[in-house]
């Protein structure tokens, strides 16, 4: 069984700083497509940060310069980096990965294959 599990949200003042983990089980996805979402209350699941194979990193324009996200293939895991964190980027975070190495939509939910439970990143202003 394939689950991916987050790890390393919590409370922030605005300005801080947070590191989000996301470690796979049940399957390797070294080569695979993944992503981060964030979801705020009310609104809709949308893209932050992806790795999508020879394409590369792409990052929503909200987070661009101040998110990084990265791969750790021989832990099976990936992270988001969220530095410069303001109280808009307070929302529940995902992890995603694909059984695909390079999505087209790769900004799209529906691409993605395997999700996270979820972990929450609060910022306070």
């Known amino acids: 069984q394939v689950q991916l599990v987050e790890s390393g949200g919590g409370l922030v003042q605005a300005g801080g700083s947070l590191r989000l983990s996301c470690a796979a089980s049940?399957?390797?996805?070294?080569?695979?497509?993944v992503a981060w979402f964030r979801q705020a209350p009310g609104k809709e699941r949308e893209f932050v940060a992806g790795i999508n194979g020879s394409a590369g990193v792409r990052y929503a324009d909200s987070v661009k310069g101040r998110f990084t996200i990265s791969r750790d293939n021989a832990k099976n895991s990936m992270y988001l980096q969220m530095n410069s964190l303001n109280a808009e980027d307070t929302a529940v975070y995902f992890c995603a990965a694909a059984v695909w190495g390079y999505l087209r939509d790769y900004d799209r939910r529906y691409g993605y294959d395997y999700w996270g439970q979820g972990t929450q990143v609060t910022v306070s202003s």
């Open positions: 049940g399957r390797t996805f070294s080569g695979n497509a």
